[in-house]
């Protein structure tokens, strides 16, 4: 088996969770290590690809959300998230718990994990491909503070215009980041579709909307000042005032190694799911019939 591996280069938790890896699995399967990595790590006969020419089964990632989006816009190969990081909650490892983590390891090695595959949003402006999101597409002004208009298309057909700080179209998965901060709703990520979230919208009362994956979605800048459109909190491009930019389903999926179904515990442990986890928790609860 080959198996990858990349470090967030500048956090050193990251780091130290890379040579931990690196020791438990040397001599028990082929290593490769990203240029950034090698690099990071030094040593004799440190040295490795870019992620981008990279071959493996299995990509380890370790460090922070960043880490891994950087990971899955740069490399196909099936990524196992370690969190060397703060929040982390795509990770599917968390590194400061070290049982978890050598356990995660050795069932890599020996194959006892499922491949969970998720939905990303392809991103054009007038006919140029941006990237693919596993998380959001962001359109906004590229002054701050300066609220605009934005026209919705939906398959052609005109939506309406909603006047923000931006727009975004977020996938499930991204509808536990930057879209449930601005109002949006939580999507199971194995679910498939598209959320389109206002940021800071006038008047409030702008709700999300939930569209069919297979729809394609143009937001038009209204006449004025220019934009600014984001892939993921990475990749930029500008938006010149008129301009548009389509969204539509990627045909590329993101491939997660998963260990164990843990995406609602996660959500209670990271107190993004308001629900209680079990019964007479801070209310009463009525008895039954």
């Known amino acids: 088996m080959r198996i990858g591996l990349h470090a967030n280069p500048r956090r050193p938790r990251a780091l130290e969770l890379a040579r931990a890896a690196l020791a438990r699995l040397e001599g028990r399967a082929e290593l490769v290590l990203s240029s950034e990595t090698a690099e990071a790590l030094g040593g004799p006969g440190r040295e490795g690809p870019p992620l981008e020419e990279m071959r493996a089964d299995v990509l380890i990632a370790v460090g922070g959300d960043g880490t891994f989006l950087n990971c899955v816009q740069r490399s196909t190969i099936p990524l196992l998230p370690v969190n060397g ?102 999507v199971d990520p194995t679910v498939e579709a598209m959320i389109v979230t206002g940021l800071a919208p006038f008047p409030a009362v702008a709700r999300a909307v939930v569209l069919d994956p297979l729809r394609t979605i143009a937001i038009r800048l209204l006449p004025g000042r220019d934009g600014v459109v984001v892939v993921d909190g990475g990749v930029e491009a500008p938006l010149p005032a008129g301009g548009e930019v389509l969204c539509y389903r990627s045909a590329r999926k993101a491939l997660f190694v998963r260990i164990a179904r843990q995406y609602f515990r996660k959500l209670r442990g990271k107190n993004i799911l308001p629900w209680l986890e079990s019964d007479g928790e801070g209310f009463d609860v009525p008895p039954s019939a």
């Open 85 to 186: 990081g703060t929040v982390g909650f795509l990770a599917e490892v968390e590194g400061d718990r070290p049982e978890e983590f050598s356990a995660a390891l050795d069932r890599v090695v020996s194959g006892q994990y499922n491949l969970e595959e998720r939905m990303q949003i392809a991103a054009q402006i007038d006919g140029v491909f941006l990237a693919d999101a596993i998380n959001e597409v962001v359109v906004h002004s590229n002054q701050v503070a300066k609220m605009r208009f934005f026209e919705v298309a939906v398959d052609g057909a005109r939506l309406g215009r909603v006047r923000a700080d931006g727009l975004m179209v977020a996938t499930p998965t991204g509808s536990t980041s930057y879209s449930m901060s601005a109002g949006g709703p939580i």
